[in-house]
Every structure is written in C-alpha cells, then in structure tokens.
C-alpha cells in the first residue's frame, strides 16, 4: 500500500556528511510519522531518528546534535541529514512509515564510513 525507496547512501570519510532521502509512494494519505532505523552487521537494528506528522523529532543519544530529521509533506518526502560521521555510524539505514494501523519499511540503503 505503501512504497519507501531510500537513496543518498555511500561511502565518506570520517568527519564527513551525508544526506540520506526517503520517498513515499502509493496510498500516501493519512501517512502519520516517519523515521530512520539502521543495523550493522552482528548488531540489533536500532532507531536513529523519528518525526510525527507535526514535525516533533526525536533522535538516538549517538546521533544528537549530528543527524537532523526533516521532512517535506507535500513531496512525502523524509531527510536525514547526518554531518561529523563516524565509524560506527557505518550500517544500512531503513526509512519507516506508519499509515493508520500498519507500518512500512524501505529496502534499506548503505552508509559506510571510513577512518
């Protein structure tokens, strides 16, 4: 009912920035928050950032005041910008989306950072 296609992955040096993009597609109406999830390997996925449809964000301790949640409602559309990357930020990185009672899940795109 819902397709989320991510894109912005890749490779970056430490110190560095990316601007990971989700966007929305399909049964779009009624689409309530939306965030971004990542797992890397032999660790348990985990949420990095989430936004209401209101635009109240929240973010993992590791990630705040480096990555910032936004999203444009109109484009259905979420962003994830992450600067002063690190190592361990290294993952694939899945976007969500809630629409009424169920959830959606891109197919993940790949972030690695180098040191």
């Known amino acids: 009912q819902v397709q989320l296609v991510e894109s912005g992955g890749g490779l970056v040096q430490a110190g560095g920035s990316l601007r990971l993009t989700c966007a929305a597609s399909?049964?779009?109406?009624?689409?309530?928050?939306m965030g971004w999830y990542r797992q890397a390997p032999g660790k348990q996925r985990e949420l990095v950032a989430g936004?209401?449809?209101?635009?109240?964000?929240n973010y993992a301790d590791s990630v705040k005041g480096r990555f910032t949640i936004s999203r444009d409602n109109a484009k259905n559309t979420v962003y994830l910008q992450m600067n002063s990357l690190k190592p361990d930020d290294t993952a694939v990185y899945y976007c969500?989306?809630?629409?009424?009672?169920?959830?959606?899940w891109g197919q993940g795109t790949q972030v690695t950072v180098s040191s």
């Open positions: 399909g049964r779009i109406f009624r689409i309530g928050a």
């Open positions: 969500t989306a809630s629409r009424l009672v169920r959830d959606y």
């Open positions: 936004i209401t449809s209101g635009g109240s964000t």
